[in-house]
């Protein structure tokens, strides 16, 4: 029979991130997140206790890990904030992941160590102003000049692509055209300070305010020929593949959310008095809550089910994709009736379920929108080609 109890090993790093979030971030995330700063000390901390290395190799500074010890490590920390799980999911999934995927080994001898110890970020550069969902739409350019690619465009809503610790950014661009017409799309490695590249000014968000975030603007930037991620013409279909196992991980932060919304209002409904009663005592409290752990507990099934497979070496794009759906919309609808619990103190940032309304609504955005999750279920189904 199934058994989803997780050995001592992933035990220990729940009780061990949980207790982090709970006396580390949690007093002192407010802070940040009001004045929109990057929480720089914690990051730190988290470097400290390995959690940019989870899913590494030892050899290149990693904990030898696996990526649902990652997703378990997002799950605890999004109980609390999500500011910081993004941070963390977005530079290792993102930022560091291309590098062991698809890197050579002189650039993961280069850039692994330092992203693994958290002393340094990376970032994902795919999404472009005119794209969006559409990632095939990449119009950023990338030509080969003297031995160096001379790259051309912008990017949007960068994650870690500013901060005083990013030490590069991964980009998509056209660098030809294929037999059959088509883009050939590259990666290519754009290290932070290169001329002709800039990171603008950080966007005003709704949530998510204390993750960095940037659009990218490319103008005759130079960088080695050397600077190529993986294989020429195959940057599009890498970073698919980093999608896939990214989405994931977002199913993992979304249940931590929505698990976090349950939290609150657990603690709130035993303290709260309306009516002359403790309002956990009345029924419609009782089954709002009710089915909010029903959304996280069954959201988080399915990011288990779609972790199991991906480490197996399965196909699990279905499951991914079922998985950050149902998570996203579980973090959406708790964030709701979490704040309706709490009624007008639920409108106040001095709560947590106020900074939780405003994170949620991303992550039916992010690394893929509902209506893209939607598509590939049903072209997994064989409904359409």
Request: proline share 3%; charged share 25%.
């Amino acid at each position: 029979m199934i058994d989803y109890r997780l050995d001592e090993e992933y035990e220990d790093l729940r009780t061990t991130v949980r207790d982090f979030a709970t006396s580390e971030v949690a007093p002192v995330i407010g802070e940040f997140y009001e004045r929109e700063k990057f929480p720089y000390d914690i990051v730190k901390r988290m470097g400290e206790m390995g959690l940019f290395g989870l899913p590494f190799p030892e050899s290149y500074g990693g904990m030898g890990g696996d990526y649902f010890a990652l997703c378990l490590t997002l799950e605890e920390l999004a109980r609390v904030d999500s500011s910081v799980a993004i941070t963390l999911e977005a530079g290792v999934s993102l930022g560091a992941m291309p590098l062991y995927r698809f890197g050579t080994e002189e650039q993961k001898q280069r850039w692994l160590p330092e992203l693994c110890a958290g002393r340094a970020l990376g970032a994902f550069g795919l999404t472009e102003p005119g794209g969006g969902s559409d990632a095939s739409a990449t119009r950023t350019t990338a030509k080969l000049d003297g031995g160096e690619w001379v790259i051309n465009g912008s990017k949007s809503f960068i994650t870690n692509s500013g901060t005083d610790i990013t030490s590069l950014v991964t980009a998509t661009a056209v660098t030809g055209q294929k037999p059959d017409g088509r883009k050939e799309i590259s990666a290519i490695i754009v290290p932070s300070g290169t001329p002709g590249f800039t990171v603008q000014p950080q966007y005003s968000k709704v949530g998510w305010n204390a993750s960095d975030t940037h659009g990218l603007t490319f103008d005759d930037c130079r960088v080695p020929e050397e600077n190529l991620l993986g294989e020429r013409g195959r940057g599009y279909a890498q970073f698919l593949s980093i999608l896939d196992e990214g989405r994931v991980a977002i199913a993992a932060l979304s249940v931590g959310l929505a698990q976090g919304c349950v939290d609150e209002c657990l603690r709130y409904v035993k303290e709260r008095e309306a009516f002359g009663h403790k309002i956990g005592e009345y029924q419609a409290i009782q089954f709002k809550i009710a089915d909010m752990e029903l959304r996280a507990h069954t959201a988080r099934l399915a990011y288990y089910q779609a972790a199991a497979k991906m480490l197996r070496g399965e196909r699990f794009k279905k499951e991914a994709a079922i998985a950050k759906l149902a998570a996203s919309n579980a973090a959406m609808d708790n964030a709701r009736d979490a704040t309706q619990i709490f009624g007008g103190y639920g409108f106040m940032n001095e709560y947590p379920v106020g900074r939780f309304y405003r994170d949620a609504k991303i992550l039916e955005v992010g690394e893929g929108t509902s209506e893209v999750q939607r598509m590939l279920i049903a072209r997994e189904l064989g409904v359409t080609s």
